[in-house]
C-alpha cells in the first residue's frame, strides 16, 4: 500500500481531524459499517472506495 493511501485509509475511519490545530469533524468520514460494506466497489486507479 502506498503511504497516501495509507493516509487517506486513516482518515476515512476517523471522525474527527485536526486541521490548522484545531479539531474538527472530518467530512470523509466513514462509520465502520460502511467503511467493510461489501456493496462499496474501488474507485478505478485510486483505490478508494465509491460510495
Known sequence: ???ADAVLNL???H???LVGGALVEN???LP???WVS???SPEP???RTVW
Open 38 to 40: 461489501t456493496s462499496a
Open 15 to 17: 471522525p474527527k481531524v
Open 32 to 34: 465502520p459499517e460502511r
Open 1 to 3: 500500500m502506498d503511504p
Open 11 to 13: 482518515v476515512d475511519t
Open 27 to 29: 467530512p470523509y468520514y
Open 45 to 47: 486507479g485510486t483505490g
